[in-house]
């Protein structure tokens, strides 16, 4: 017989039970979710980011047989729901969404309470939306060559309106790349420079597709560009900024989901599963066309490499003075 020494046997009813003790907490992880997943948002509700959650909740909520509650959690650009989740437990049952100025924060908030990236698992993009630069009919131009030949005869004198961190960027930029004197006229939000802009007290201004898609039946407003590297789907008929002769001017924004770091590679992979399955539903379709946004399905790969340039891009741009100070 052989001779098994005392400690070895001491151990044994361990290891024999081991198997059993972990297997309810594999199985629970397996079978996630097994109760109510929260969403927070961190904007205030009924804001691009909030409504495109919400969609998907729904839909994740069909897909999981669980419900998935969105909870917003606005404050600093979306910095205090953010640090919140960053807190959080990792097993799936808190998550974030967010714009990409969740990327832009690292170099415009100072000092920033997480890491936008070591501090979260990223798990896919709802949707893409580029920015669209508006003209009211007003003014002496109605494309974006006309508007430069106008710009270099008035230097100057043409003002540009912005709302936020992003059409900040587009703008400063777009002046920068087209050697041009404009002025940025910051407002808080873009529902603050409507009423100046369809009023011609503005001649141009930086918005969302929805802005855009918003004002263009009253015919006060036409939108003479996107900002996007392709053409918006939304509106195929405006060329995008290169096109139209300003190269190197790209901003092409989403909403993206998260959860804090180090969650399960299992469930980022279910989640990042079916974001992609759901963005090709055609109710999904038809809630994008509505929302002037574009489906932006990519496995957790094409993120990890999407998100890693965006850094660049974002680190680059704070270098050249591109963004608000923080």
């Not at 340039?309 to 680059?316: G, I, L, N, P, Q």
């Amino acid at each position: 017989m052989t001779n098994i020494p005392r400690r070895g046997l001491a151990a044994l009813p361990l290891a024999l039970f081991a198997p059993a003790l972990f297997a309810p907490a594999l199985r629970a992880q397996s079978a996630w979710p097994n109760r109510p997943v929260k969403i927070v948002v961190a904007y205030a509700p009924g804001g691009g980011t909030d409504i495109t959650t919400r969609a998907f909740a729904e839909q994740f909520s069909l897909r999981f047989g669980q419900s998935f509650v969105v909870e917003n959690r606005p404050g600093a650009n979306g910095v205090v729901g953010t640090e919140g989740v960053s807190r959080a437990p990792a097993d799936g049952y808190t998550l974030l969404a967010v714009t990409s100025t969740h990327v832009m924060n690292r170099q415009m908030v100072s000092p920033l309470p997480f890491d936008p990236a070591t501090d979260f698992t990223a798990l896919g993009l709802m949707a893409r939306y580029p920015l669209v630069l508006m003209a009211n009919t007003s003014a002496p131009f109605g494309t974006v060559q006309e508007l430069i030949a106008y710009a270099r005869a008035h230097p100057g004198e043409l003002a540009q309106a912005t709302s936020d961190a992003q059409s900040s960027y587009t703008a400063n930029r777009f002046a920068q790349a087209a050697g041009l004197q404009l002025t940025e006229v910051p407002y808080r939000g873009s529902g603050a420079y409507l009423g100046d802009l369809t009023g011609g007290h503005l001649k141009l201004a930086w918005g969302s597709p929805a802005t855009a898609m918003g004002l263009l039946p009253g015919g006060k407003v036409r939108v003479i560009a996107v900002s996007s590297p392709q053409r918006s789907t939304t509106l195929p008929d405006v060329p995008t900024l290169r096109e139209a002769g300003v190269a190197g001017v790209e901003f092409d924004g989403w909403f993206g989901l998260y959860a804090p770091a180090n969650l399960p590679p299992e469930i980022a992979q279910k989640l990042n599963l079916a974001m992609r399955e759901i963005s090709a539903l055609p109710v999904m379709q038809a809630r994008f066309r509505s929302l002037a946004i574009d489906p932006a399905p990519m496995d957790l790969e094409a993120l990890a490499v999407t998100l890693r340039r965006e850094e660049e891009v974002w680190a680059s741009a704070a270098r050249a003075g591109l963004l608000p100070k923080p």
